[in-house]
């Protein structure tokens, strides 16, 4: 019971946050310079079609009479109309956000998968080579900027070893996507059978998913090194060793379990994050995802689709950070809410 009165109340402080943040989201967009009706219409329209567009829109009235329009659209689940795609903005979000959770799941399970055991491996043979070099690569993963990450793996496996698919989304133009069940190429592809599909999908996701997944790799591996260091020299990680319990045992049952707190939320972090903030990933790649879309909105002063996607990034970061805090029970049955 206790759970879900703790749930609730962080899902009603979801409210003012996004509120908060599509006040501060609104006023940015619509002080800017630059005008969306000249993407509406044309560079070349009349000044009284633009005047005339102006007032059938709304955008001559106040900006707190605008912010008003907006906020009763947005709680009829209205998130506004994209000039540039000439769509409902919830529309673009359903199609676009199935790219980004693909490519962000894949990668965030690379990192997984490779950082935590590295980062225990790390701890374990503390100051040997092994754990200097675990280092050397959590300090670049962090310092090295991702988008030169994913230019210097365009040129190198593309351009010069021709092994990797060219940047240009999900597939190439003469390949067929599988049929659309989920709108995760790789997902669809295995529930519809496509293997044709499935390889190319593949093939197309491994780079930006690596690139991504580099970024990730480094904040996970120095989290798990740092909480198994502290874990491994608590008392019941020697009483357990003095029982003659296996090194392994020890490792994995014992300590690792112990040690996760600070791992999961790092990685419930890191998901909220790259599910929003992998822009510069999808623009390098050209992957059809909601970073790509938010840039291309801002490029061309397009302001809803830009409050629909921060408004999005933000739920979800909330979302995933309540779900961290739940998974605390499951990993310490000592916590209790």
Request: aromatic share 10%; charged share 15%.
């Amino acid at each position: 019971m206790r759970i879900i009165i703790y749930t609730l109340k962080r899902l009603l402080l979801l409210i003012p946050i996004l509120l908060g943040i599509s006040i501060i989201t609104f006023a940015i967009t619509h002080i800017i310079p630059g005008d969306p009706l000249y993407i509406l219409l044309s560079p070349y329209a009349k000044e009284d079609d633009i005047q005339n567009a102006r007032v059938e829109l709304g955008l001559d009235k106040p900006l707190y009479v605008q912010y008003g329009i907006y906020l009763n659209d947005l709680v009829h689940g209205d998130l506004g109309y994209a000039y540039r795609t000439r769509k409902p903005v919830l529309d673009d979000i359903k199609q676009r956000f199935p790219a980004t959770f693909e490519l962000t799941t894949l990668s965030l399970f690379l990192a997984v998968i490779v950082g935590v055991p590295l980062g225990v491996q790390a701890a374990v043979h503390r100051d040997t080579w092994f754990d200097h070099l675990v280092r050397i690569v959590s300090v670049g993963g962090v310092s090295i900027p991702i988008f030169w990450t994913g230019v210097v793996l365009i040129y190198i496996l593309y351009y010069k070893l021709k092994i990797a698919p060219p940047p240009m989304g999900r597939m190439g133009i003469m390949d067929t996507p599988p049929d659309t069940i989920t709108g995760m190429y790789i997902m669809d592809s295995i529930l519809t059978k496509n293997w044709v599909a499935l390889k190319v999908s593949l093939k197309y996701i491994a780079l930006p998913a690596i690139t991504l997944s580099f970024a990730m790799l480094a904040p996970i591996m120095r989290i798990t090194r740092n909480s198994m260091l502290e874990v491994l020299n608590s008392n019941f990680v020697r009483t357990a060793r003095s029982l003659g319990l296996s090194k392994r045992t020890v490792i994995y049952n014992d300590a690792l379990r112990n040690a996760l707190l600070p791992v999961v939320t790092s990685i419930g972090q890191i998901l909220g994050w790259s599910l929003g903030g992998e822009v510069l990933v999808e623009v390098v790649f050209s992957w059809p995802g909601l970073g790509y879309y938010a840039v291309n909105s801002i490029l061309n002063t397009d302001y809803a689709p830009v409050q629909g996607f921060v408004l999005l990034t933000a739920m979800i970061y909330v979302l995933v950070n309540l779900a961290v805090d739940l998974l605390y029970t499951v990993i310490d049955p000592r916590i209790t809410y």
